[in-house]
């Protein structure tokens, strides 16, 4: 199949999602996106849909593919394209900065139904983790990542870095852990770790996910000296499975995405935030067996 005729599989897909959702979806919102990355669905590759509770996230889908080819940093792309704007803010300088010091294994992009062009994921192969002590000496992180960093060794992640998400539209970073150590989402750990960060107690629902959790991430920005916000998942084909009740507005949106293959994955995380817990969910219309999950 050619990427045109792929392009147009995928825009499809997420039209008949967002329409079941009562979502609107603008194909000038949308096509140039699919377009400007059509190389990335002439190959087997990853292709997610997400959905998050809680009034930020509301009345939007979130849609998420890794690039082609992998080593080809796809945000210059986006600002050639008129994709997202220019900006002298550090966030348009932190993935070059990234790029430049790390070995990036590959990379994916976030857009919205609705919102258009957000977030550009730059990942590491799994057997090369990074450190959040050399991650603190780019020029363009947030200083908020040093300012936490005791944080991250007290609780053993500084050398856990799977990925670094750079989010253009709200001028955020998430920063990725995988291989956590496995005391990070016991109960008493969880309290400890949400203390540590000044985030509210977590609920008795978001202390039944850690169980299950196989990564985490933490939010960044660089208005502020804290972590804005601390999110575990737990990876599933089964949603009843859960040892905890799934969103009737998450359950909507599982059921929504047009996908029929007996193999379906689903990444269910919770985020505390100073405002609260959300919780939200991801689905694979597409899903490549071996691939890093993550939400």
Request: with cysteine; charged share 25%.
């Amino acid at each position: 199949m050619s990427k045109a005729s792929e392009a147009d599989e995928i825009y499809s897909a997420v039209a008949e999602t967002a329409g079941r959702l009562g979502v609107a979806c603008s194909r000038d919102k949308v096509w140039p996106i699919l377009s400007a990355y059509g190389d990335a669905f002439a190959h087997a590759m990853p292709l997610a849909f997400r959905m998050a509770t809680g009034p930020r996230h509301a009345g939007d889908v979130d849609c998420r593919f890794i690039t082609h080819p992998k080593d080809r940093n796809p945000y210059p792309l986006a600002l050639s394209k008129g994709l997202t704007p220019k900006t002298d803010h550090p966030v348009g300088a932190l993935l070059a900065d990234i790029e430049e010091r790390f070995p990036v294994d590959g990379y994916g992009i976030d857009f919205g139904v609705v919102s258009g062009f957000t977030k550009v994921y730059a990942g590491f192969a799994p057997e090369d983790l990074q450190k959040v002590s050399e991650l603190v000496a780019i020029p363009a992180m947030p200083g908020s990542l040093a300012g936490n960093f005791d944080f991250f060794v007290r609780h053993g992640l500084d050398d856990k870095v799977a990925f670094v998400a750079v989010d253009y539209l709200h001028r955020t970073v998430n920063v990725y852990f995988n291989d956590v150590p496995a005391e990070c989402f016991e109960a008493d750990r969880v309290r400890r770790m949400l203390r540590d960060l000044g985030l509210p107690e977590p609920s008795d629902r978001m202390l039944g996910l850690g169980s299950r959790a196989f990564g985490l991430y933490i939010t960044l920005n660089w208005d502020s000296p804290a972590i804005e916000r601390f999110c575990f998942g737990v990876t599933t084909t089964d949603l009843p499975s859960l040892p905890v009740p799934v969103e009737p507005q998450l359950e909507k949106f599982a059921r929504s995405v047009p996908y029929g293959g007996a193999d379906r994955k689903f990444v269910y995380g919770v985020a505390a935030a100073a405002e609260g817990e959300y919780y939200k969910l991801e689905t694979h219309y597409k899903w490549n067996p071996g691939a890093v999950a993550f939400i």
